[in-house]
């Protein structure tokens, strides 16, 4: 917590996300591939956890980046 400014979990939260913003942006796949292939149970969750943080929904972002 000290070295990063934020919670251990939030962090990891944060750079799950970045991977996911990269591989949205490239061909990686589909959303349900890119939620598994981060960790994500469903792609409910991963959904819900990338629009928290990016304001986006995950599609939204792809759309966005094309």
Do not use: C, N, W
């Not at 400014?5 to 799950?16: F, I, N, W």
């Not at 990269?22 to 991963?46: H, N, P, R, W």
């Not at 956890?49 to 990016?54: D, I, L, P």
């Amino acid at each position: 917590t000290e070295l990063y400014g934020t919670s251990p979990m939030a962090y990891v939260q944060e750079m799950r996300i970045e991977k996911a913003k990269a591989a949205l942006g490239s061909d990686y796949g589909t959303i349900g591939a890119i939620a598994q292939a981060l960790g994500y149970a469903s792609i409910y969750d991963f959904s819900r956890a990338f629009k928290r943080r990016t304001g986006l929904s995950p599609s939204a972002y792809a759309r966005r980046e094309e």
